[in-house]
């Protein structure tokens, strides 16, 4: 979620989030507790509307520092994040070479880059490499864009490999995530080349 309060949508959100305000933060810590328990062993989707809710409650957390008062037992199978001490909660984005895996808590990166096991390491490399170019059409200067001759037909193909990108994430590299963490997240859009979650067929 985009963090400009000038913008529409991060107001919407931003209206979401108040439902979770009014909570005390043993209720707060027990929603989240209860929430990660039916979060255990899948792999989701950023945009699922329970992940859009648990991200909420858990950025409240974060500022509160509920997991920090340890107000409620953490679900077995998670262990803690090194980054904010919350329950380790990775998110996949096209950014893994560089930015690791996310903290779904306190968006920092919970495992580095090189901090994760090897096979799925190299795996998550040459998909990163992979996806670097595709979405860098979305960013050409005018130069570039001249260079490609139809521009709006190279950025419609950008689009359309991200999107086969963005689903190969969520079957092959997400899942593998589960051999190592409870749960994991995989990012489902670009929005930079204007691929939305429902454009992600899996």
Same mark, same amino acid.
């Given at each position: ?97 560089? $930015? ?37 059409? $979305? ?29 190969? $994430? ?33």
């Amino acid at each position: 979620m985009a963090t400009n309060a000038d913008v529409p949508l991060d107001q919407l959100w931003k209206e979401y989030g108040e439902g979770f305000s009014d909570f005390d933060d043993l209720t707060l810590a027990r929603w989240l507790a209860q929430t990660l328990g039916q979060l255990k062993g899948r792999a989701w989707r950023l945009s699922h509307p329970l992940l859009g809710a648990y991200r909420l409650a858990a950025q409240l957390a974060h500022e509160r520092q509920i997991w920090l008062k340890r107000l409620v037992a953490t679900p077995n199978a998670y262990s803690e994040s090194p980054c904010c001490r919350a329950p380790m909660l990775p998110l996949l984005t096209r950014d893994v070479q560089e $930015a690791g895996l996310i903290c779904q808590h306190c968006s920092e990166t919970l495992v580095p880059f090189e901090e994760i096991p090897g096979g799925l390491r190299s795996d998550l490399g040459d998909w990163a490499a992979r996806y670097a170019p595709i979405h860098a059409v $979305a960013h050409w200067d005018d130069r570039q864009r001249k260079t490609a001759g139809d521009y709006d037909h190279a950025y419609e193909s950008a689009a359309e490999e991200a999107e086969q990108l963005l689903a190969q $994430a969520g079957t092959q590299f997400a899942p593998r995530l589960l051999e190592f963490y409870a749960a994991a997240v995989w990012e489902d859009q670009d929005e930079c080349l204007e691929v939305r979650p429902e454009d992600v067929q899996l």
